[in-house]
């Protein structure tokens, strides 16, 4: 089985990698496909919360690719020695279509998105593009959600 793991570079998405990868079986999967979708002329940059490395400077020396070409090597090392031969993919548009794309066209068993990755307040924007993947995939999906922050006593 193909396995399909996305990252918007945040934590949550590395997360979700740690998630599936803890509970799958890789004698059952042949291929992980660790994926990352920068925005074209977006103004929500790609943004690499979880390789460690300095992020460029913002204006127009920014470099989109290269904050998601780190984030994909974070993601793609915790699946080194692991069994299954990992791939990485970069592809621009929108994350969900493009994500949706990349399942069909590698006819994935398996789609691993994180919900709430980039969203503003964790009830609000919980995963739209998780939800959408979720929808429309050709095959299943596993959402992973942050774990809840701990509420304050009063």
């Excluded at 974070?74 to 791939?87: L, S």
């Excluded at 593009?129 to 429309?136: F, G, I």
Aim: hydrophobic fraction near 40%; proline fraction near 8%; charge should be positive.
């Amino acid at each position: 089985m193909h396995v399909v793991v996305a990252t918007d570079g945040s934590k949550q998405s590395l997360q979700a990698a740690r998630s599936f990868k803890g509970f799958a079986d890789p004698d059952k999967i042949t291929d992980v496909s660790v994926l990352a979708v920068i925005r074209p002329l977006s103004s929500v940059a790609f943004a690499d919360e979880i390789s460690g490395e300095p992020t460029s400077p913002s204006g127009p020396d920014r470099s989109y690719r290269a904050e998601a070409e780190r984030a994909l090597a974070t993601v793609a090392a915790e699946f080194d020695g692991w069994g299954p031969k990992v791939h990485r993919r970069i592809r621009s548009g929108s994350p969900a279509n493009e994500i949706i794309k990349a399942a069909r066209q590698l006819e994935a068993g398996l789609v691993v998105v994180a919900a709430g990755g980039r969203g503003i307040s964790d009830a609000v924007l919980v995963g739209s593009t998780a939800q959408r993947v979720q929808s429309y995939a050709p095959c299943p999906v596993l959402v992973v959600r942050p774990k809840p922050r701990p509420r304050r006593r009063k």
